[in-house]
């Protein structure tokens, strides 16, 4: 059975960091890339990064040089780096394979505000 459980979000001021860590269950992690995903109240969910097993990674545009995914194979755990937190980071982070297939967990809340 496959279970994501995201963690790592919090309250920031704008120009912080945090960082997200999702643990993976089920057979889904080696064979698939792996990414994170983001939703806004009263916008569609938006991919925002993503990581394959071999290591190709690709970033939307507005988190390209701020955001960096990763992935520790071994541990089944995908982890987002967010460093220069902007107010319209703010969302519900979520993990899943990528494209998205019925996985979601209950994601992890980001706010950056003063």
């Known amino acids: 059975q496959v279970q994501l459980v995201e963690s790592g979000g919090g309250l920031v001021q704008p120009g912080g960091s945090l960082r997200l860590s999702c643990a993976v269950s089920?057979?889904?992690?080696?064979?698939?890339?792996m990414g994170w995903y983001r939703q806004s109240p009263g916008k569609q969910r938006e991919v925002v990064a993503y990581?394959?097993?071999?290591?190709?990674?690709n970033y939307a545009n507005f988190v390209k040089g701020r955001f960096t995914i990763s992935r520790d194979n071994a541990k089944q755990t995908v982890y987002l780096q967010m460093n220069s937190l902007k107010p319209e980071d703010t969302a519900v982070y979520y993990c899943?394979?990528?494209?998205?297939?019925?996985?979601w967990g209950q994601g992890t809340q980001v706010t950056v505000s003063s």
């Open positions: 089920g057979s889904i992690f080696d064979t698939n890339a």
């Open positions: 899943n394979v990528v494209p998205p297939r019925n996985y």
């Open positions: 990581r394959s097993g071999s290591g190709i990674t």
